[in-house]
């Protein structure tokens, strides 16, 4: 059998993690050809098919599963190798894939991008802007932002690096008596806020919101617009114009945010990195 090529299998890796050919050629800088040939080449050398397709996506056979859980050992090695010989943070370098909810992407992560090049060019950060919790053992992410801490992914690693304040805004300018509840749609019931919105509706006896939304991004732009009250994270209601923070200065709940991340992946240098600028990120937006 022919010699193995870590090369064949950062294609392998690629594809599995991202399922398709055309965005695993551009996150490794490759044509789609190459990354096609080269899986057919290790297929080939290993004797057994790596990918099926289901719904148009490229995902692992139980062999190619196999393959992957070696590749990522190799990676992991490679970049503890890379870590010990250069022993500089400033080298790391490769892209790095991060999930949270679209205000906490859109808010506090985008706008802190340029101090994370600024120590670490050589990093290219993903942002997936989704309220869903993304499967981290599928490898949909490489880290995942949380508000609560993780009942599944038992194989990833959290840890909690913050609390952040929710409070009650209001558009500039209205009386909180005379406005309506805006309030999260049925599907997110479930959250906190939420819930405390469901019971202040119901002291006030107010028996319908003014409108339902999925993300606090759409909430704020709604009470600026003035259709009604809501609850938001203190780190956007307090900058954003337009809005006042109604009831007082307190906090009415507070929520955890939780730093999930692949136990194979941790030790790399690039992720050390994210994950420290992360962690420094989102505490300067605590309180």
Request: glycine share 6%; aromatic share 4%; charged share 25%.
């Amino acid at each position: 059998m022919p010699d193995l090529d870590w090369n064949d299998l950062r294609y392998v890796l690629a594809t599995a993690r991202t399922g398709r050919l055309a965005e695993a050629a551009r996150r490794i800088r490759v044509n789609e050809t190459t990354i096609s040939r080269r899986i057919v080449r290790l297929e080939q050398a290993l004797g057994s098919r790596l990918f099926h397709r289901n719904a148009g996506v490229l995902v692992p056979t139980e062999s190619g599963h196999r393959v992957v859980e070696h590749a990522e050992r190799v990676e992991l090695e490679i970049g503890r190798l890379t870590s010990a010989v250069t022993g500089a943070d400033a080298r790391a370098s490769g892209s790095v894939r991060i999930t949270s909810t679209p205000w906490l992407v859109n808010r506090i992560l985008v706008p802190a991008v340029g101090a994370l090049h600024g120590s670490h060019p050589l990093i290219t950060v993903e942002l997936i802007s989704d309220p869903r919790n993304l499967d981290m053992t599928k490898r949909e992410a490489d880290i995942a932002i949380r508000l609560a801490r993780p009942d599944r992914d038992q194989t990833a690693i959290a840890r909690r690096i913050a609390t952040l304040g929710f409070a009650v805004y209001g558009p500039a300018g209205k009386k909180a008596k005379s406005l309506r509840w805006i309030n999260f749609e049925e599907g997110m019931a479930g959250l906190p806020q939420s819930a405390w919105i469901a019971q202040e509706m119901k002291r006030e006896r107010r028996l319908q919101p003014a409108l339902l939304a999925n993300d606090a991004d759409v909430m704020l732009h709604a009470i600026a617009a003035g259709l009604g009250k809501s609850i938001l994270p203190c780190a956007i209601g307090d900058h954003a114009l337009g809005l006042t923070r109604l009831g007082g200065r307190a906090a009415v709940l507070r929520r955890e945010v939780w730093l999930v991340v692949h136990p194979e992946l941790r030790h790399l240098l690039r992720m050390r990195a994210v994950m420290e600028w992360i962690e420094k990120t989102i505490s300067a937006h605590a309180r």
